[in-house]
């Protein structure tokens, strides 16, 4: 549930342009990311996985990422035809997973969709703190220079490339489960 609260302070961070609102973003960006990987983890060891927690978790995962995206858009940090791909997979993926749960069949995440998400959230970090790193200690050293724009981007595009893969894998099981059928 923390991570849904999570969505709209982001969101209205991200809408004030300034260094300290995109720090705070990151750093709430970040500990929201950072208890999705704990919460799971907690859950699976003392095997308390509930129904709700199950349906709850992916949706989180979801509108943080999302909303994140789209606030990104208007800022000039993300190409909106990229964000476009990155939500209409994540649109298909869900629903034909929601079809083959409703038909009693599971389509279990794979690793390609495990390492899609990895790579968005450490995407979406650089792209919020998306200033030269030597500012945010106040130091102009040439040698501890590190663009953080650009190393977001390059995590983005990574991330987008295994959107691509991932939804294409979960595509052909889903056609393979119901082909089967």
């Given amino acids: 549930m923390a991570r849904i609260a999570a969505v709209p302070v982001i969101v209205v961070l991200l809408m004030d342009d300034s260094r300290s609102a995109g720090v705070w973003a990151a750093a709430v ?15 699976r060891r003392w095997q308390a996985e509930t129904v709700l927690g199950k349906f709850l978790d992916p949706l989180a995962d979801k509108l943080i990422v999302m909303g994140s995206l789209i606030m990104l858009i208007p800022l000039g940090r993300v190409p909106a ?3 476009f791909v990155i939500i209409a997979r994540e649109t298909v993926i869900t629903g034909l997973r929601s079809i083959a749960s409703s038909e009693g069949i599971v389509i279990a995440a794979s690793p390609l969709g495990k390492y899609k998400t990895i790579f968005q959230m450490t995407a979406l970090v650089g792209l919020m703190l998306h200033y030269d790193f030597y500012w945010f200690f106040g130091l102009r050293w040439e040698i501890f ?9 390059f995590y983005f595009y990574l991330a987008l490339v295994f959107t691509i893969w991932s939804g ?3 595509l052909t099981k889903f056609f393979r489960l119901f082909a089967g059928k």
């Fill in 81 to 83: 035809w990229a964000v």
């Fill in 145 to 153: 220079h590190v663009d953080m724009q650009f190393c977001g981007l």
């Fill in 29 to 43: 960006f970040g500990l929201a990311a950072t208890t999705d990987a704990f919460d799971g983890w907690l859950a």
């Fill in 168 to 170: 294409v894998d979960y």
